[in-house]
Each structure stands twice: as structure tokens, then as C-alpha cells.
Nanobody, 116 residues
């Protein structure tokens, strides 16, 4: 069974940085794209950033230039480097992996809080 486990969330002040990690059970080559989404209570889950097996990336407009998605295939891990964090980045961040047959796998999420 595929499992995605996030880590690295926590509390940070505005302007600070955090790096989230998502480790997959088994190879991440099974996912043609992996990404990070976030959700605030009462709102829809939104794309933060994603990366394909070929390394192509895509980002939500609100994080472009501040966040970076990367992957280490040898470690079956995807990262989200978040810089210049703002209070509006506060959310639960979820790791996602999508297979070639369009099946989505999700982690349980990690909370990021940006506040003074």
C-alpha cells in the first residue's frame, strides 16, 4: 500500500523559512507527478507546487518566486522549500502523488503556522 508521510511543519514568523518533506513508501517513480497542496478550514484545497518525473514544475500564483518544489528519487522524497513566508501561508500542507492512471494518493498533512 502506498503511503506518503509529510514532515517539517511548524511555527515560523513572517519572513521566515521552512522546508517540508514528503517520504513515499517505495519508489516515487510510480507517480508521474508529485506535489504539495494546502488547505485552510472552510476553503478548498489548493495547489502549492508540483513536479513531474522529468523535473518540470508548476506553482500556484500566490507562492511563485517564494516556494520551490524538488525531488530526490533515490530517497523517495519530495521537498517544499518555503521562503519569505506570510501569515496567509498558514494552512495544512498535504503531499500528493498521482499515478499514470490518474489515481491520487495523499499524505495526512502537516500544519504550517506563520505568525508573530
Amino acid at each position: 500500500q502506498v503511503q506518503l508521510v509529510e514532515s517539517g511543519g511548524g511555527f515560523v514568523q513572517p519572513g521566515g523559512s521552512l522546508r517540508l518533506s514528503c517520504m513515499a513508501s517505495g519508489s516515487i517513480y510510480r507517480f508521474y507527478v508529485m506535489g504539495w497542496y494546502r488547505q485552510v478550514a472552510g476553503k478548498e484545497r489548493e495547489l502549492v507546487g508540483s513536479i513531474t518525473t522529468s523535473g518540470s514544475t508548476n506553482y500556484g500564483d500566490s507562492v511563485k518566486g517564494r516556494f520551490t518544489v524538488s525531488r530526490d528519487n533515490a530517497k523517495s522524497t519530495v521537498y517544499l522549500q518555503m521562503n519569505s513566508l506570510k501569515p496567509e501561508d498558514t494552512a495544512v500542507y498535504y503531499c500528493n502523488g498521482r499515478s499514470s492512471v490518474q489515481v491520487d494518493y495523499w499524505g495526512k498533512g502537516t500544519l504550517v503556522t506563520v505568525s508573530l
